[in-house]
T-cell receptor, first 113, second 115 residues
Framework: GNSVTQMEGPVTLSEEAFLTINCTYT??????LFWYVQYPGEGLQLLLK?????DKGSNKGFEATYRKETTSFHLEKGSVQVSDSAVYFC????????????FGAGTRLAVHP | KAGVTQTPRYLIKTRGQQVTLSCSPI?????VSWYQQTPGQGLQFLFE???????NKGNFPGRFSGRQFSNSRSEMNVSTLELGDSALYLC??????????????FGSGTQLSVL
């Protein structure tokens, strides 16, 4: 079945460091890919998405490119801030429907001043 | 515009009891889905409702059920609670079901603890 694999955390960085969180997927067909972020005590917020191969999603300085050849959707940010500390989830839309997301395990990011 | 509202925010129950969680979607959103979040299993899809009909269901036992009302509000019910049902239950809504409008809006969740 479809699945998402994320790099394990926690990832600890200093402010202004470069961030990469790896995400690979297994899927039949052509799913849409998403990154969601969860701040402490809150629900998930959509960070960015890509709906087809070679699409680049971007938001708030974060970027991810839908790479069909490597089945990857790595999240990157050039300069992280303390306020980016959160848990990041990679997800894909399952063939059963666009509300049926399959999530990775999540990667906790801690950014220190 | 109010976001997705889930009540209650916290709930403590004992094994064998049943529980009902409530979700009010964003105004105008007709699609509601539910997810269970646990440290061990991560985020798992429970079910999806659109126009009062269940459209999709995840791999959970029949003890987990839900419904949607004509105003799009949704409830989920868990009967005969087990310790393993302790989790954060997240509700998400979106306007429709088509691919062009894929953004899901999540509530803050209901934290259920089963003792």
């Amino acid at each position: 079945g479809n699945s998402v694999t994320q790099m394990e955390g926690p990832v600890t960085l200093s402010e202004e460091a470069f961030l990469t969180i790896n995400c690979t997927y297994t899927a039949t067909g052509y799913p849409s890919l998403f990154w969601y972020v969860q701040y402490p005590g809150e629900g998930l917020q959509l960070l960015l998405k890509a709906t087809k191969a070679d699409d680049k999603g971007s938001n708030k300085g974060f970027e991810a490119t839908y790479r069909k050849e490597t089945t990857s959707f790595h999240l990157e940010k050039g300069s992280v801030q303390v306020s980016d500390s959160a848990v990041y989830f990679c997800a894909l839309s399952d063939t059963g429907g666009y509300n049926k997301l399959i999530f990775g395990a999540g990667t906790r990011l801690a950014v220190h001043p | 515009k109010a976001g997705v509202t889930q009540t209650p925010r916290y709930l403590i129950k004992t094994r064998g009891q049943q529980v009902t969680l409530s979700c009010s979607p964003i105004s105008g959103h007709r699609s509601v889905s539910w997810y269970q979040q646990t440290p061990g299993q991560g985020l798992q899809f429970l079910f999806e409702y659109f126009s009062e009909t269940q459209r999709n269901k995840g791999n959970f036992p029949g003890r987990f059920s839900g419904r949607q009302f004509s105003n799009s509000r949704s409830e989920m019910n868990v009967s005969t609670l087990e310790l393993g049902d302790s989790a954060l239950y997240l509700c998400a809504s979106r306007r429709g079901r088509d691919r062009t409008n894929e953004k899901l809006f999540f509530g803050s969740g209901t934290q259920l603890s089963v003792l």
